[in-house]
């Protein structure tokens, strides 16, 4: 099994020297008593988790993959259940999440650099919690008050899990083609009927519920993306008489999200997630990359070749704006806003040339959606 060590100094460094947070905290009245040695608190313990917890479950997850047992009955790679009900008693959960809800309140720059040991430390495992942040946010921004009430504290406190459920057999990109529809029930709720695919965490044993938030359109609806919608779909029914969708799958009994420009906000969390899950993959290839160019330079050292370490260097200034990139919206999220589409586009940018570099290194194929089999996952 490889090694992983959480790059807490990087992180420090960035934060603390680069982007100068405690001093840009003392602005924001929500933050202003927020300290570094907090910051470097949680950081620390973040490492920790993910070093010893998750990053150990990551190859024989992989190995081992879920189980389906029929009747929609899936379980989860040994480990990963009692991996989830740590993370969701140490409150991990909740640490990005609006205090209102149950959630701790700190400003994203701490969730994000959790997220960055998570998926450094084991991608599918991250999956599960990614998830069901993205649902929180979507929920958070665009719910109703019942909604929030209803569905907000208990994926805070990590009991519940979400996912988001776009993809359907014939349309993955061209979301404007999806076909799953909406009818009105004479109850305010809705019936859904069509088909999707590709659901990560679409169900698992780690959590009572799911909370699927699906695109649908309605009778009458605009072709293309402007006509549809977004429904909150739990498989345990909440609030209302109990049902399981599994059983149910024809027809099932949902809640529409708000009313106005819910898929315009949803396009703008997806691709964010995205953006993000694609930072997540560059960093670690630069991890992998950075400790094989170290342990060769440092060969090269001891046998009088004169190698500088040119390319560790490299590396290394891709990781760190990787992290500067990471971190740097974090004022949005505490209320400063603008600029938002300003660093997207910037990050995104180097998001792209952080690829380039982790595949000229390493000379392989980046792989995704149905192409990704494990036939062709690199040896590590």
Not at 99 to 110: K, S
Not at 144 to 159: D, F, M, S
């Amino acid at each position: 099994m490889g090694q992983y060590a959480a790059p807490i100094r990087d992180m420090q460094f960035v934060l603390h020297e680069l982007l100068n947070v405690e001093a840009e905290l003392k602005n924001m009245p929500q933050h202003a008593d927020l300290d570094a040695d907090t910051i470097n608190q949680v950081l620390e313990e973040a490492g920790k988790f993910c070093t010893e917890v998750v990053f150990p479950l990551n190859q024989s997850g992989n190995r081992e993959g879920c189980t389906y047992s029929g009747d929609g009955v899936v379980t989860t790679p040994a480990g990963f259940k009692e991996a989830y009900r740590q993370y969701v008693e140490a409150g991990w959960a909740a640490l990005g999440c609006d205090p209102e809800f149950g959630g701790q309140g700190l400003p994203a720059f701490v969730n994000n650099a959790l997220y960055e040991m998570l998926n450094s430390a084991n991608q599918a495992w991250t999956m599960y919690p990614g998830l069901s942040h993205g649902a929180y946010e979507c929920l958070r921004a665009h719910g109703t008050p019942e909604q929030k009430a209803t569905y907000l504290p208990k994926l805070v406190e990590g009991v519940w899990t979400g996912t988001m459920c776009p993809t359907e057999s014939h349309c993955g990109t061209d979301l404007g083609i999806l076909r799953t529809k909406a009818e009105p029930n004479s109850d305010g709720s809705y019936a859904l009927t069509g088909t999707k695919i590709f659901i990560s965490s679409g169900e698992h044993d780690m959590a009572e519920n799911i909370i699927h938030l699906v695109l649908a359109r309605l009778p009458g609806a605009p072709i293309g993306t402007k006509g549809i919608s977004l429904f909150i779909v739990p498989e345990v029914r909440a609030g209302r008489e109990w049902r399981n969708w599994r059983a149910q799958w024809h027809q099932v009994r949902i809640d529409r999200a708000q009313d106005g420009h819910s898929r315009q906000r949803d396009l703008r969390d997806e691709s964010r997630w995205r953006e993000g899950l694609a930072r997540r993959r560059v960093e670690q290839g630069l991890e992998r990359h950075i400790r094989d160019d170290e342990r060769g330079a440092a060969g090269r050292r001891h046998a009088g070749s004169g190698a500088d370490g040119s390319r560790v260097s490299e590396l290394a200034r891709v990781r760190e704006r990787a992290f500067a990139d990471a971190f740097a919206d974090w004022s949005e999220s505490a209320g400063e806003g603008g600029g938002s589409d300003h660093r997207a586009s910037g990050c995104a940018s180097h998001v792209a040339h952080a690829e380039g570099v982790c595949r000229s290194r390493a000379r392989v194929r980046v792989l995704g959606g149905v192409e990704y089999r494990q036939r062709a996952f690199p040896r590590r």
